[in-house]
Structures are given as structure tokens and as C-alpha cells.
């Protein structure tokens, strides 16, 4: 349709749903788009009776239920503490390499707008606020797990949000605790500055090692990949001893575990996090705790997981109101967005 290139859903590169499940002998889909590929399972079809919904949280979850309970003709209140839809999507689009997700949080911006949703920002959710509503859908997220390390209330350790969120600016050498999907998103931010080279053809493929197949042939540069150098100097960390990123996409681990290496990244497992002082972090490995050493750091990055945000669906518990509780507030699964956002939509194609 003319003019509507806007009400396109984006592409976000991720393949978590397409490629890994097809690579993994699972159906094909996508993480944007659930009912792709799932269209006669999925059905997102007209209520017989129109409610009144409200849904707490404006991430990926909160976002999919709303609009899919919209387009089923409900009535849809979307509300969030924060003064910006995405939730933590807007923290994923400052990583080199995911600027897709700038396009994505628009889209939904430019949906939840077209489709009539009542989006109040800047508004704390409390028990009084939604005692009046027929259904109450709860996606309010996860909180940083805390990894009760001695030392980590010092001025030079933050959260993955403070870095991301650009509240803190970490110094030259960093310790990044915590290998998961967000202990990679933090390293791969921390080491690059200024523009990203994902925005930058001709620097991509300098630094990818890429070259024109009418200049060379299989498209790889004679002179090998040339990345720039590092902006930091990063080690990450964890305490599984296994293999770093192990977890990661099937089709996109191994692209994530490379950028890292070509950037230097120290890559540290088995290791026990002893304390945090002014030299850095002290470290031992393994039961026993052998080998004891100090990884020295200007700044500590917290990047251990998460855990659920429930504080509002208890407060409803105890006030005997009926609730869902979707997203990241029910299973905190490394910011899974692919879960949440499927989740999201078949709950409010059911209500």
C-alpha cells in the first residue's frame, strides 16, 4: 500500500525463529511475526465481546498483547513507568550490529498509535488503578539478578543497564561478569565507539575481511579480516567452564564469539567471583578455589542474568484481582524476546 511502508513489521536480522528453527528440525517462523507459519493454529480472530484490557509493561511482550487484543477489538490501556515504549529493546539497539531494533521499536510506536491503544507513559501501575478493568496482563519485565559479590556496591561497578542506558561511561579496561546474550551485547558495545561499522559498508567489510567477487574471487580480501582496534580492553567472564556464547543462536553464536576475539576479548570461565576492590576483581577457579588472581579493571560490569519483576502481579494477588502475568515477569530467560513476544499474542488471541 502507498504510503504505508511504516505499518511494514521489520525484519531485525535476528534468525532466532527462522533460521535457528530450521537449522534446529523445528518449525519455521518468525520472532517478529509469530503467526508466521503458525497462521491456522494462531488465529487472531474478532472477540464476541468487547473487554476492557489493561496491559502493564510496553517490552515486547506488553507490545504484542496489546496489539493483538486491539485488533481482536478490545479495548487496550498500555502503561509503563518509563517515558518511552520497547522496554528493553531500547537498550538492545545501542549494540553495534543491532540497529535493526531502532526500526523495530518505531514500528511498534507508529502501530500502537494507528490502532487506538491508550499509551500512558511516565505512570507507575498500582493495584487501585486496575481494579476496574475485565482482564489485567502483567509484563513488567525482569530486574538484574543480584550476584552477591563483596565489594559490589563500589562507585566503579554498574549495571548493564547504567552502561547502556549511557549513565556511566566505563574506563579503559573493564570486567564484564556474566557470558550470556547480554554479557555479549555489553562486550560488543564496549569495545566499539563512535559510529558503528554495521552502518559503514566499506568498514564492515574491512573489518569482516569481505571483498567485491569482481575483484576477488570468493569475495574475501587477500589482506584477511582488519578490524579496528578495540576501544577497550574486556574480559568476560563466567562461572560455567564450558565454552563462552555456548547458549547463543545456532546461526549467530559463532558470528558473536568472532567479533569478540577480533576485538581482543579475554574469555575467563570456571571462575568463582571472590570480591571487588580497588585493583579490579579477584577470581579463584573451580570448587577447590585454586588459583587465585585479580583481573585489574578501571570499571565491573554486572551482567549475571535476571530475575522477574512480579512485585505488581503479587500486590494484585493479595488484593484477590484476577491476572496474566507474560514476558520477561514470568520466565526471566536471557531477555528472551522471541518467547515473549509469541507469548504475548496467543494470550490475547484467547481473551
Same mark, same amino acid.
Given at each position: ?52 484490557? /489493561? %496491559? @502493564? &509493561? *510496553? #517490552?515486547?511482550? +506488553? ?9 481482536? !477489538?478490545? $479495548?487496550? =490501556? ?96 573493564? /570486567? %564484564? @561478569? &556474566? *557470558? #550470556?546474550?547480554? +554479557? ?9 565507539? !563512535?559510529? $558503528?561499522? =554495521? ?153
Amino acid at each position: 500500500m502507498v504510503g504505508k511502508g511504516a505499518h511494514i513489521a521489520p525484519c531485525i536480522a535476528c534468525n532466532q525463529a527462522c533460521l535457528d528453527h530450521t537449522f534446529s528440525g523445528k518449525l519455521s517462523s518468525c520472532l517478529v511475526n509469530p503467526r508466521a507459519c503458525n497462521e491456522t493454529e494462531l488465529v487472531v480472530a474478532p472477540a464476541q465481546t468487547e473487554k476492557s484490557i /489493561a %496491559v @502493564v &509493561g *510496553a #517490552g515486547p511482550a +506488553g507490545l504484542s498483547a496489546a496489539m493483538t487484543a486491539r485488533e481482536r !477489538g478490545h $479495548s487496550v =490501556t498500555l502503561i509503563d513507568r518509563a517515558d518511552e515504549i520497547g522496554g528493553q529493546l531500547n537498550m538492545a539497539k545501542q549494540v553495534p550490529g543491532k540497529e535493526e531494533f531502532w526500526g523495530l521499536v518505531d514500528w511498534y510506536r507508529t502501530m500502537v498509535t494507528d490502532m487506538g491503544i491508550d499509551v500512558r507513559l511516565n505512570t507507575e501501575a498500582n493495584v487501585e488503578m486496575l481494579g476496574g478493568f475485565d482482564e489485567v496482563l502483567i509484563a513488567t519485565g525482569v530486574l538484574p539478578r543480584d550476584p552477591d559479590i563483596p565489594g559490589q556496591d563500589s562507585a566503579h561497578v554498574h549495571s548493564y543497564i547504567d552502561v547502556l542506558k549511557k549513565r556511566a561511561v566505563p574506563g579503559k579496561r573493564v /570486567a %564484564v @561478569v &556474566g *557470558a #550470556g546474550g547480554i +554479557g555479549f551485547d555489553v562486550s560488543e558495545y564496549l569495545v566499539h565507539e !563512535g559510529d $558503528s561499522p =554495521t552502518e559503514n559498508l566499506p568498514e564492515w567489510m574491512s573489518e569482516w575481511g569481505v571483498a567485491d567477487t569482481e575483484q576477488h574471487r570468493g569475495g574475501l580480501a587477500p589482506e584477511g579480516p582488519q578490524p579496528d582496534a578495540p576501544a577497550r580492553a574486556v574480559t568476560l567472564l563466567q562461572r560455567k567452564a564450558e565454552k563462552h556464547g555456548k547458549r547463543l543462536g545456532k546461526t549467530t553464536g559463532w558470528i558473536h564469539r568472532s567479533a569478540l576475539k577480533m576485538k581482543d576479548v579475554a574469555f575467563v570461565g570456571g571462575g568463582n567471583y571472590e570480591r571487588i576492590d580497588d585493583q579490579g576483581l579477584h577470581v579463584s577457579f573451580g570448587e577447590a578455589r585454586e588459583n587465585p588472581s585479580v583481573i585489574e579493571a578501571d570499571d565491573i560490569i554486572l551482567c549475571a542474568g535476571q530475575v522477574p519483576d512480579r512485585s505488581l502481579a503479587e500486590a494484585l494477588e493479595a488484593a484477590g484481582i484476577a491476572h496474566h502475568i507474560i514476558g520477561g515477569a514470568d520466565v526471566a530467560a536471557e531477555l528472551d524476546a522471541k518467547r515473549a513476544i509469541d507469548q504475548g499474542t496467543r494470550l490475547a488471541a484467547t481473551l
